[in-house]
C-alpha cells in the first residue's frame, strides 16, 4: 500500500519561502507513468493544482503559480518536495503531495498524503 | 488555466438519485476522457470515486457512476445514503499537460 506523508513547518511568515517535503512508503518515485503532485486547498475553499515532477525530473506547474513554485525529486530518499517564493496570506492552506498516475489511456490522482496546514502569518 | 464549472450545491433524500454537472473547455473535458470525480469529507482527504470518466477504483461503491458528453462530465449517485453527503471535485488532464479542478459541489442529504 503507497503511503504519503508531508513534512514541514506550519507557519512562513509572509515573503518568505514555504518549504514541504513529502516522504513516499510502500511505493518508489523511479518509477515510469507516475508523476508526483501537489495539491493545495484554502480553508473553506476548493482544490488546486500546484505542479507535478517526474522521477527523471520533468516537472510542469500551474501556469498562476510557476514564477513562485519549484518542485524537486530526491530518489535516494524515495522524496519529492516543493518550494513556494514569496508567500502571502492567499498561500495559506492545506497542502496535499499526491500520486498521479498518468500513461498513454489511463490519467488520475490515485494516492493522496493527509495533508498538512500551512498558515502565512506574521 | 479556469477552473472546471460546479453547481455549488445539490441535494436529495435517501434512496434517490443526484447528478452533478463539471463544465469545461475543448481543450481540458472535451479534449481527453482523463475526468475524474473526488469524494471530500470534512477534514480529510480527498478520495477518487470515478476515474478516467466512467471507471470505479476498487472498492468504490456502484451507485457511483460518471458520463461525459463534449466539454461537460457528470457525476451520478443513486440510491443515496446519508454517509454520501460530502463535497466532490472533478479534475481533468489539459491540453498544456497540467491539472484543473472544478469548484466543488457540497452534497445533501436531506
Known amino acids: 500500500q503507497v503511503q504519503l506523508q508531508e513534512s514541514g513547518p506550519g507557519l512562513v511568515k509572509p515573503s518568505e519561502t514555504l518549504s514541504l517535503i513529502c516522504t513516499v512508503s510502500?511505493?518508489?518515485?523511479?518509477?515510469?507513468?507516475?508523476?508526483w503532485s501537489w495539491i493545495r486547498q484554502p480553508p473553506g475553499k476548493g482544490l488546486e493544482w500546484i505542479g507535478y515532477?517526474?522521477?527523471?525530473?520533468?516537472?510542469n506547474y500551474n501556469p498562476s503559480l510557476k514564477s513562485r513554485v519549484t518542485i524537486s525529486v530526491d530518489t535516494s530518499k524515495n522524496q519529492f518536495s516543493q518550494r513556494l517564493r514569496s508567500v502571502t496570506a492567499a498561500d495559506t492552506a492545506v497542502y496535499y503531495c499526491v500520486r498521479w498516475y498518468c500513461s498513454r489511456n489511463s490519467c488520475y490522482l490515485d494516492y493522496w498524503g493527509q495533508g498538512t496546514l500551512v498558515t502565512v502569518s506574521s | 488555466q479556469s477552473a472546471l464549472t460546479q453547481p455549488a450545491s445539490v441535494s436529495g433524500s435517501p434512496g434517490q438519485s443526484i447528478t452533478i454537472s463539471c463544465s469545461g473547455t475543448s481543450s481540458d473535458v472535451g479534449a481527453y476522457n482523463y475526468v475524474s470525480w473526488f469524494q471530500q469529507h470534512p477534514g480529510k482527504a480527498p478520495k477518487l470515486m470515478i476515474y478516467?470518466?466512467?471507471n470505479r477504483p476498487s472498492g468504490v461503491s456502484n451507485r457511483f457512476s460518471g458520463s461525459k458528453s463534449g466539454n461537460t462530465a457528470s457525476l451520478t449517485i443513486s440510491g443515496l445514503q446519508a454517509e454520501d453527503e460530502a463535497d466532490y471535485y472533478c479534475?481533468?488532464?489539459?491540453?498544456?499537460?497540467?491539472?484543473?479542478f472544478g469548484g466543488g459541489t457540497k452534497l445533501s442529504v436531506l
Open positions: 478516467d470518466v466512467s
Open positions: 515532477i517526474s522521477y527523471r525530473g520533468s516537472t
Open positions: 479534475s481533468s488532464y489539459t491540453r498544456s499537460s497540467t491539472l484543473v
Open positions: 510502500g511505493g518508489s518515485v523511479s518509477s515510469d507513468s507516475y508523476y
